[in-house]
């Protein structure tokens, strides 16, 4: 249990105060982000591949086997990837996915994970109950996990 939590002023230092209460919360968001995703990449990055590679295997383990095109995998992802085909061909590489063009549109690239994926994300699935201890360990009350999805959700709602 968090006994005493600082302020993100604490955290990083900053002698001054913040112009305001709103850049604060972008900054104590950011700061928040940066911790729990770190966090997250370390234990992802030591089954050799990066967290936005995980959550590409994950996107096409539940597109199951019509896969996805390469533009639905990017618009499904938790992070912008401005190198998505550069993401996919680091997975190809490794045998965790294939590529292929089929039905009328042969423009039109579609991925799908492969046994090895699927094999590779069911020995990370332990990771899962891990990443949830992120949030659990500072929000270990159900209401407050709630509270601060309707407040994220608020968040993106305002930014689209």
């Known amino acids: 249990m968090i006994s005493d939590p600082r302020s993100v002023r604490d955290e990083i230092h900053q002698t001054r105060p913040f112009h305001s209460l709103a850049e604060e919360t972008v900054v104590a968001l950011m700061r928040t982000t940066s911790i729990v995703r770190r966090a ?10 990066s967290l936005a590679q995980y959550n590409v295997l994950r996107i096409l383990r539940g597109a199951g086997e019509d896969g996805l095109p390469t533009l639905g995998v990017r ?7 401005p190198g998505i085909t550069r993401l996919i061909d ?15 549109d042969r423009r039109t690239v579609r ?16 990771l899962v109950p891990r ?28 930014n689209d």
């Not at 618009?75 to 990837?81: F, K, N």
């Not at 680091?90 to 009328?104: C, Q």
């Not at 090895?116 to 699935?125: D, K, Q, W, Y």
């Open 40 to 49: 997250c990449g370390k234990m992802v990055e030591s089954f050799g591949i």
């Open 75 to 81: 618009d499904r992802l938790v992070e912008e990837a």
């Open 90 to 104: 680091k997975l190809e590489k490794a045998k965790l996915v294939r590529r292929d063009r089929m039905g009328r």
């Open 111 to 126: 991925v799908h994970i492969t046994s090895a994926g699927t094999a590779l994300l069911g020995r990370m699935e332990h």
């Open 131 to 158: 990443f949830e201890e992120r949030i659990s360990v500072g929000l270990p009350d159900e209401r407050d996990q709630q509270a601060l999805l309707d407040l994220l959700s608020r968040v993106r709602a305002g």
